[in-house]
């Protein structure tokens, strides 16, 4: 497609669950974001990835969340025992080009709901 | 600790009239800064962006001015169409690092 694409839309779970939300990015696009909005918050960032770069995952809140991204494309976040405070909506973004700033390609999001 | 601040979490225009969404900063090394506009359900899509060696860019009806010394922006939207109500989230960035955003500013353009 041509825009950033995410699944699933929306995800409900029971706590102590792991979830998984993925993000297929622009083609060509070599940086991948992810943040998280939270009710009533900012975006949160989580994480990036750059090329074939070591990601930077100085935003994700805990050991329980973790994220790839396979062959320099598709990313996938993972989060472990869910919690309810990690109910948020997670948005993925891509960035063409070596730089972080600019104009970032924001998918839809994964609405996620831990119960 | 919020780097980035819009203290107002809504406002109400009437159609036809400026639109003025503020944003706060407090890192002095922030040099890059964007306005994003999101509709519900949708992802955040860009609007406007300025440089800090820039005081004002212009993109049609949309204008953002910097006042780095009282690190203060400002969106301003004129005029001010239905069309235009959103959440308005301002972000900035230092150098090569990921972008920060504010909470947002929700618009409403009456008719």
């Known amino acids: 497609g041509a825009g950033v694409s995410q699944s699933p839309s929306n995800k409900v779970t029971e706590k102590g669950k792991d979830v998984e939300l993925r993000c297929d990015p622009i083609?060509?696009?070599?940086?991948l974001y992810w943040y998280r909005q939270s009710l009533g918050q900012g975006l949160e960032f989580l994480i990036y990835?750059?090329?074939?770069?070591?990601?930077?995952k100085s935003g994700l809140p805990s050991d329980r969340f973790s994220a790839e991204r396979t062959g320099g494309s598709v990313s996938t976040l993972t989060i472990q025992r869910t919690q309810q405070e990690d109910s948020a909506v997670y948005l993925c973004?891509?960035?063409?080009?070596?730089?972080?700033?600019?104009?970032?390609?924001f998918g839809e999001g994964s609405r996620l709901t831990v119960l | 600790d919020q780097q980035v601040k819009q203290n107002s979490p809504s406002l109400s225009v009437q159609e036809g009239r400026i639109s003025i969404l503020n944003c706060d900063y407090t890192?002095?090394?922030?040099?890059?800064f964007l306005w994003y506009k999101k509709y519900p359900a949708e992802g955040p899509t860009f609007l406007i962006s300025?440089?800090?060696?820039?005081d004002k860019n212009e993109d049609g009806r949309f204008t953002v001015f910097l006042n780095k010394s009282a690190k203060h922006l400002s969106l301003h939207i004129v005029p001010s169409q239905p069309g235009d109500s959103a959440v308005y989230f301002c972000?900035?960035?230092?150098?090569?690092?990921?972008?920060?955003f504010g909470k947002g500013t929700r618009l409403s353009v009456i008719a």
């Open positions: 973004a891509s960035i063409s080009g070596t730089g972080l700033t600019g104009e970032l390609f």
């Open positions: 972000a900035a960035s230092e150098g090569n690092t990921p972008l920060v």
């Open positions: 990835f750059q090329g074939n770069s070591a990601p930077d």
């Open positions: 083609s060509g696009h070599t940086a």
């Open positions: 890192n002095s090394m922030f040099d890059y």
């Open positions: 300025i440089s800090s060696i820039k």
